[in-house]
């Protein structure tokens, strides 16, 4: 009864603030993490004919993980731990005896979903809610129940764990982690050499440090600009149309998280610079972009060297550098919109104006 409450008040706990955050969007891809901390086990009852009470120093844990986000903030792995507990003492048994020898340690194989909430910056705090098998060996314990007696058995149960903590998105692929969880299980049967079978559970809060590395997809190829058009040829008899207003837009596409132009972009930029040339144009607007792949503070760094690698392109071409004035929008202002943290190749531009 125990078990199946705290798995429903968990679950109210994790659908609740997903619910209304769920137009939040992450990166979507498979993982794979490592986390590794302190362990502490609650004081363990051994339930026989008598009553013992064993208590634990605080111990190393580790767990290995894996799994797949949605891009939608959820995500769902496979997570297996290990904990080594050194018994500290046992109280009860025969005459008030104690003992305290022997070590409890205990594998866990659990599946668990996770939402990670978007806060528009690089820290990203995370809920999860799992359920799996614990393995779990009580090893060398010594006068449990009575003088004498010594456990080395092992047994399996249902276990069930909650957790909560932040990320911190070192890079769109590489987060660092901080979180917290409690581990529980269903009775563990153990056996005493020479003695009767007594129930035990498992119960434990873990403070973890570790890192996941999401496997993103490789970026799209940018699109090579259009041609223009071939220039249509003016009937002989009427006159030619008066030369068009002097406001020309042109834009430039960069590789994902990169400001370096390419080939096609240089081409580009040459024609801007023969056009403000033969036009007299004496003012330029050079405007960055960045697609929402990305924490957004990032992306705003990443769309003003972009500004600033056209500036500098254009000053090589004879551009007088005070004619020319920059600026970054970070993903503010896509051309395609999308979701957060998706990669558009659109997106990743600069947009020089003559005003």
Same mark, same amino acid.
Do not use: C
């Given at each position: %009864?125990?078990?199946?409450? %705290?798995?429903?008040?968990?679950?109210?706990?994790?659908?609740?603030?997903?619910?209304?955050?769920?137009?939040?969007?992450?990166?979507?891809?498979?993982? +794979?993490?490592?986390?590794?901390?302190?362990?502490?086990?609650?004081?363990?009852?051994?339930?026989?004919?008598?009553?013992?009470?064993?208590?634990?120093?605080?111990?190393?844990?580790?767990?290995?993980?894996?799994?797949?986000?949605?891009?939608?903030?959820?995500?769902?792995?496979?997570?297996?731990?290990?904990?080594?507990?050194?018994?500290?003492?046992?109280?009860?048994? !025969?005459?008030?005896? !104690?003992?305290?020898?022997?070590?409890?340690?205990?594998?866990?194989? %659990?599946?668990?979903?996770?939402?990670?909430?978007?806060?528009?910056?690089?820290?990203?705090?995370?809920?999860?809610?799992?359920?799996?098998?614990?393995?779990?060996?009580?090893?060398?314990?010594?006068?449990?129940?009575?003088?004498?007696?010594?456990?080395?058995?092992?047994?399996?149960?249902?276990?069930?764990?909650?957790?909560?903590?932040?990320?911190?998105? +070192?890079?769109?692929?590489?987060?660092?982690?901080?979180?917290?969880?409690?581990?529980?299980?269903?009775?563990?049967?153990?056996?005493?050499?020479?003695?009767?079978?007594?129930?035990?559970?498992?119960?434990?809060?873990?403070?973890?440090?570790?890192?996941?590395?999401?496997?993103?997809?490789?970026?799209?190829?940018?699109?090579?600009?259009?041609?223009?058009?071939?220039?249509?040829?003016?009937?002989?008899?009427?006159?030619?149309?008066?030369?068009?207003?002097?406001?020309?837009?042109?834009?430039?596409?960069?590789?994902?998280?990169?400001?370096?132009?390419?080939?096609?972009?240089?081409? +580009?930029?040459?024609?801007?610079?023969?056009?403000?040339?033969?036009?007299?144009?004496?003012?330029?607007?050079?405007?960055?972009?960045?697609?929402?792949?990305?924490?957004?503070?990032?992306?705003?760094?990443?769309? %003003?060297?972009?500004?600033?690698?056209?500036?500098?392109?254009?000053?090589?071409?004879?551009?007088?550098?005070?004619?020319?004035?920059?600026?970054?929008?970070?993903?503010?202002?896509?051309?395609?919109?999308?979701?957060?943290?998706?990669?558009?190749?659109?997106?990743?531009?600069?947009?020089?104006?003559?005003?």
């Amino acid at each position: %009864m125990k078990l199946r409450h %705290m798995l429903l008040g968990s679950a109210i706990a994790l659908v609740v603030p997903a619910a209304a955050s769920a137009q939040q969007a992450t990166g979507e891809g498979f993982y +794979v993490g490592a986390q590794t901390g302190i362990n502490w086990l609650q004081d363990t009852e051994f339930d026989g004919a008598i009553r013992n009470t064993a208590t634990f120093d605080g111990a190393w844990t580790g767990v290995i993980e894996g799994g797949y986000r949605l891009g939608n903030g959820f995500r769902f792995g496979a997570e297996v731990g290990y904990t080594d507990h050194t018994i500290d003492e046992i109280k009860g048994g !025969a005459a008030g005896r !104690a003992g305290g020898a022997g070590d409890i340690n205990a594998w866990t194989f %659990m599946a668990t979903a996770y939402y990670d909430i978007d806060t528009g910056t690089a820290f990203r705090p995370y809920i999860g809610l799992g359920g799996g098998v614990i393995r779990a060996k009580v090893d060398g314990a010594a006068d449990v129940f009575a003088a004498g007696n010594r456990v080395s058995d092992s047994d399996s149960a249902l276990a069930y764990q909650v957790a909560a903590g932040v990320a911190y998105a +070192v890079s769109p692929n590489l987060d660092l982690t901080l979180g917290y969880r409690f581990l529980g299980s269903e009775d563990l049967d153990i056996r005493p050499t020479g003695g009767t079978q007594f129930d035990t559970d498992y119960q434990s809060h873990s403070v973890l440090v570790g890192v996941r590395w999401t496997f993103g997809a490789a970026p799209a190829p940018t699109p090579a600009p259009e041609p223009a058009p071939a220039p249509v040829a003016q009937p002989a008899p009427p006159p030619p149309p008066p030369a068009p207003a002097i406001t020309r837009n042109f834009t430039v596409f960069f590789d994902w998280d990169k400001a370096t132009l390419t080939p096609d972009a240089e081409k +580009v930029l040459q024609s801007v610079a023969a056009d403000a040339r033969t036009g007299g144009i004496a003012a330029l607007q050079v405007t960055g972009h960045a697609d929402t792949s990305g924490p957004a503070d990032y992306n705003q760094r990443l769309s %003003m060297r972009r500004a600033e690698a056209v500036r500098d392109y254009l000053i090589a071409q004879g551009i007088p550098a005070g004619e020319i004035a920059i600026e970054g929008r970070g993903e503010t202002d896509p051309l395609v919109p999308t979701a957060d943290g998706v990669r558009e190749p659109s997106n990743r531009r600069g947009v020089i104006i003559f005003p």
